[in-house]
Nanobody, 121 residues
Framework: QVQLVESGGGLVQPGGSLRLSCAAS????????MGWYRQAPGKQRELVAS???????NYADPVKGRFTISRDNAKNTVYLQMNSLKPEETVDYYC???????????????WGQGTQVTVSS
């Protein structure tokens, strides 16, 4: 079984920063792309940033220049550094990973449980 666990969410002032972490664990053979998504009430879950196994990154336009995604392959962990946070970014953030598990021949997309980010004064 493979699990993804997010951490680092919480309350931050407008213009402040947070660093989210997501650690994958279990019978992992390899992890390809990892990413962060966010979902506002009544909206579809949307991609924030993604990163490939070799470090190639992609960002949604609203977060370019403010957010940075990175990963530590030895720890099976992906990070999201969020700077200059805005009140409208008070939403749930979710981690995603494309994983090939031991004993399997097909990759599967795993999701974390989500972590709440609140941007408020």
């Amino acid at each position: 079984q493979v699990q993804l666990v997010e951490s680092g969410g919480g309350l931050v002032q407008p213009g402040g920063s947070l660093r989210l972490s997501c650690a994958a664990s279990g019978r992992i053979s390899s992890i390809n792309a990892m990413g962060w998504y966010r979902q506002a009430p009544g909206k579809q879950r949307e991609l924030v940033a993604s990163i490939t196994s070799d470090g190639t990154t992609n960002y949604a336009d609203p977060v370019k220049g403010r957010f940075t995604i990175s990963r530590d392959n030895a720890k099976n962990t992906v990070y999201l550094q969020m700077n200059s946070l805005k009140p409208e970014e008070t939403v749930d953030y979710y981690c995603d990973a494309d994983v090939l598990a031991y004993g399997r021949t097909v990759r599967y997309n795993y999701w974390g449980q989500g972590t709440q980010v609140t941007v408020s004064s």
